[in-house]
């Protein structure tokens, strides 16, 4: 089984790279769809909430989380190993496919990386990052400033990916672009 990462600053793409990924037949996990599954559902993490931040409303956490880094740390800390939890049941109930694709914003951040043999990173640039996540979610431009400078800067990604693809033009263009990879690794493996 080739467990291939996928990852790629907020905003960058990634979702619509799933979406091409899945149509195409492969099982794909995104993790921040795990993430969000947990907020709901896991008493564990909804005790945590409770006594940490005082409220289980995710914009008031992150709007907390994205501006202290110790909080931050310490939800991650927290988050993290239940996140990997599910991404091994994934990895289990998926045994006998060929290749399975897991999504993260944070990969690297997260230190998930270690668990892939290769890495997809989606590119866009940062001003077009910004205005996509304020327009899908309703962010102030600094809200949105936030979360994007949160993570490691895409140029230092590069060198630690096996795949770069480059998100700049239209949804058509990044289908085409998702098919070629597809093509790509299916010759290769």
Same mark, same amino acid.
């Given at each position: 089984m080739l467990k291939i990462g996928i990852t790629g600053n907020i905003a960058s793409g990634k979702s619509l790279f799933e979406k091409y990924l899945k149509n195409a037949g492969f099982p794909v996990l995104c993790l921040d769809s795990v993430t969000h599954f947990l907020y709901e559902n896991d008493i564990r993490l909804k005790e945590f909430l409770l006594k940490k931040f005082n409220t289980f409303e +995710?914009?008031?956490?992150?709007?907390? %989380? #994205?501006?202290? %880094? $110790?909080?931050?740390? @310490?939800?991650?800390?927290f988050i993290y190993p239940l996140i990997l939890d599910k991404m091994e049941e994934f990895f289990d109930k /998926?045994?006998? @496919?060929?290749?399975? #694709?897991v999504s993260a914003a944070v990969l690297f951040e997260a230190g998930f990386n270690k668990y892939f043999d290769k890495i997809v990173l989606i590119l866009s640039n940062r001003d077009t990052r910004i205005q996509r996540l304020m327009k899908r979610s309703g962010l102030s431009y600094l809200q949105a400033v936030l979360r994007v400078d949160s993570?490691? /800067?895409?140029?230092?990604?590069?060198?630690?990916?096996?795949f770069v693809i480059e998100n700049l033009g239209t949804e058509? @263009?990044? +289908?085409q672009k998702?098919?070629?990879? %597809? $093509?790509?690794?299916?010759?290769?493996?």
């Open positions: +995710r914009l008031k956490i992150s709007s907390l %989380v #994205f501006r202290d %880094v $110790k909080l931050k740390k @310490e939800l991650e800390d /998926n045994r006998f @496919e060929k290749i399975l #694709f993570q490691i /800067n895409e140029e230092d990604k590069i060198p630690l990916s096996d058509e @263009e990044l +289908r998702t098919d070629d990879f %597809v $093509k790509k690794i299916l010759k290769k493996h």
